[in-house]
């Protein structure tokens, strides 16, 4: 069976939401990390998951995150979310056959999406999650004034997970991570094929303080709630 590892992001300062320790927060009755985090823990193929946590965070976790699944580790995030991945990659077993990256905040994802990224990448290639633009996308200069519209129909929002053949996340992240924003644009850049599969859109990142109020809509409707 293929082995799967998952890094996972939970390092950042919440600083979109008023310096909130967003990982802890609950929604719908448990913390976004764990809903983040079932998911991959219900798949049979995840042998591993460690999870970056700010520095605070790391010297004294919370019960209830040590406590929930064997496989789960606990590292020190760094100062970017690459760094954090970067961390969290290391720490995994080095026996993979998969790595699976997935962002803390995407409390949302779907088994189906989880599981679909891992059968692609299982297959030698890259996978991400995420949906086609339902808006017009402009990219502007540093004033904000227009200078392009982008053909809509070739526009994909990139969401977590990212997830791809264990040894070209590693030789990916090996060629520097400072300025990435995701995973992907660091195994494009090293040649490797990512496709993206169509989640719905019903993966937001919970970001700022109105995601909460969503992510917890929409938790709910799917009877995964209090
Ligand atoms: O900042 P951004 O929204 O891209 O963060 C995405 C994920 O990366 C979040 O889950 C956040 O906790 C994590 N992160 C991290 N270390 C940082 C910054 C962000 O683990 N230094």
Redesign the pocket.
């Known amino acids: 069976m293929t082995r799967v590892g998952v890094a996972?992001?939970?390092?950042?300062?919440g600083r979109r939401m008023g310096g909130v320790r967003?990982?802890f927060l609950e929604l719908a009755g448990r913390p976004v990390l764990e809903h983040a985090l079932r998911p991959f823990l219900a798949d049979e193929r995840v042998v591993a998951v460690v999870v970056?946590l700010s520095t605070a965070d790391s010297d004294d976790p919370p019960a209830w995150l040590t406590a929930l699944d064997p496989r789960v580790g606990i590292v020190e995030?760094?100062?970017?979310?690459g760094?954090?991945?970067a961390r969290a990659i290391d720490a995994l077993p080095h026996d993979l056959d998969v790595i699976a990256v997935h962002?803390?905040?995407?409390p949302l994802v779907s088994p189906e999406t989880v599981a679909a990224c891992i059968d692609v990448a299982a297959a030698g290639d890259g996978a991400v999650a995420g949906c086609p633009a339902v808006d017009t996308m402009k990219t502007v200069d540093a004033e904000g004034w227009i200078d392009a519209t982008p053909a809509r129909a070739r526009l994909w929002h990139a969401h977590t997970p990212q997830v791809f053949p264990a040894d070209a996340l590693r030789r990916a992240y090996a060629s520097g991570h400072e300025d990435a924003?995701d995973d992907a644009a660091l195994a494009e850049a090293i040649g490797v094929r990512v496709r993206m599969i169509d989640d719905g859109g019903v993966n937001p990142?919970v970001?700022r303080p109105h995601d909460v109020v969503v992510a917890e809509a929409l938790l709910r409707a799917r009877g995964d709630g209090a």
């Open positions: 996972v992001p939970a390092a950042g300062s967003k990982p970056a995030g760094g100062q970017s979310r760094a954090s991945v962002d803390a905040a995407r924003t990142k970001t």
